[in-house]
């Protein structure tokens, strides 16, 4: 199987012999299907295992690797951080809801979610350093944890999912002494684990044990103890599958 920077630079190739044009194609749903199809018809014997959805990935992403202003990352420069961070996180909202793991793998796959989570992903990047109080820190990584929970790229999920754990582990390193923050991110880690791929994320037993320390860590008498203990007792209670 062709690895992911074999199948951009083949399918490169192929499309520049194709006389297939790249430019502006991940601002124009439209072009992009007609690009796909157009590439999809005349694709040599290689190219059909990969898939018609995963080959207009692979044109989302050679196309975003075209040199060019880009309008909506220079105006999201003219915003606070704060604002920025409330825009990522809306967006995800939109994207995902409340999902925050998934057990698809390609299975899953879409190429417009993929740029979009590429693009949410190389916002995380240049908003982290923007960021001083723990409580924003922390929900960036959240932020991100959800984003990479989900993220279904050209090769699966398996290493974003694995990257999200890092980023709910170094949540918890931030969170200290903070009783909100700590079981903010034990409880978002739990339902995860719940949700992604048990060999990765430790599944319905892991997600136990996070859910108990959240109960522990949430402060009395609050919303967040009773969302946490909740959490805990759908967890325990006996199911025919899962």
């Not at 951009?8 to 430019?23: A, S, T, Y």
């Not at 001083?132 to 944890?145: N, Q, T």
């Not at 599944?203 to 969302?227: F, I």
Request: overall charge positive; aromatic content about 6%.
């Amino acid at each position: 199987m062709l690895s992911k920077d074999e199948l951009l630079e083949k399918v490169g190739d192929l499309v520049k012999k194709l006389g297939v044009g790249l430019v502006g194609l991940a601002t124009d749903p439209r072009r992009l299907d007609e690009a796909t199809d157009q590439v999809w018809k005349l694709a040599p014997w290689w190219l059909k295992p990969v898939g018609k959805e995963r080959l207009k990935g692979v044109l989302y992403q050679l196309s975003e690797r075209i040199p060019r202003t880009n309008s909506l990352s220079l105006a999201s420069q003219e915003l606070t951080p704060e604002s920025r961070l409330q825009a990522v996180e809306q967006s995800l909202r939109d994207l995902f809801g409340d999902d925050l793991g998934t057990k698809k793998s390609l299975r899953g796959y879409n190429a417009q979610t993929d740029l979009t989570c590429g693009r949410l992903n190389k916002e995380c990047d240049d908003l982290e350093p923007l960021l001083e109080a723990d409580k924003s820190r922390v929900r960036l990584l959240l932020a991100r944890a959800q984003l990479l929970g989900l993220w279904q790229k050209l090769k699966g999920s398996e290493s974003n999912q694995k990257a999200a754990i890092a980023c709910y582990e170094r949540a918890l390193s931030i969170s200290g002494s903070s009783c909100e923050l700590r079981a903010t991110t034990l409880l978002q880690f739990s339902r995860f684990s719940e949700k992604a791929a048990k060999d990765v994320a430790g599944g319905r037993d892991k997600a136990k044990e996070l859910a108990a320390e959240a109960c522990a860590a949430a402060p009395s008498g609050t919303t967040l103890l009773a969302e946490c203990e909740e959490h805990f007792q759908s967890l325990n209670k006996n199911r025919w599958f899962g």
